[in-house]
Nanobody, 123 residues
């Protein structure tokens, strides 16, 4: 499955952005999807994940209460980011986990990755 992340940009602290992750080549309907981010000079880190059915979501502590992951029936997964902080600045990636396991948080657990979209939060 090929993933395409979009929606990044420049926003002031306290602002909001919505990222999208669209799939081509096959449906995402049976894949658990994760969002990760990577800031300059840092490791790629887990942000959020949603079960294939949409019935369950989990978040990193650093974004809990500010970010919301969701998915629609049109093969797209979203990451709504509110109350953004400068430390949220990073390239954001979506990824698909086709293993059948859920709430996995290591990048190596995921099978397919989008190309990333840059989010910059100014102070």
């Amino acid at each position: 499955v090929q993933l395409q992340a979009s929606g990044g940009g420049l926003v002031q602290a306290g602002g909001s952005l919505r990222l999208s992750c669209a799939a081509s080549g096959r449906t995402l309907s049976n894949a658990n999807i994760g969002w990760f981010r990577q800031a300059p000079g840092k490791e790629r880190e887990f942000v959020a994940t949603i079960r294939w059915s949409g019935s369950s979501t989990h978040y990193a502590d650093s974004v809990k209460g500010r970010f919301t992951i969701s998915r629609d029936a049109k093969n797209t997964v979203y990451l709504q980011m509110n109350s953004l902080r400068p430390e949220d600045t990073a390239v954001y990636y979506c990824a698909a986990d086709l293993s059948g396991y859920y709430n996995r948080r290591l990048p190596d657990d995921y099978d397919s990755w989008g190309q990333g979209t840059l989010v910059t939060v100014s102070s």
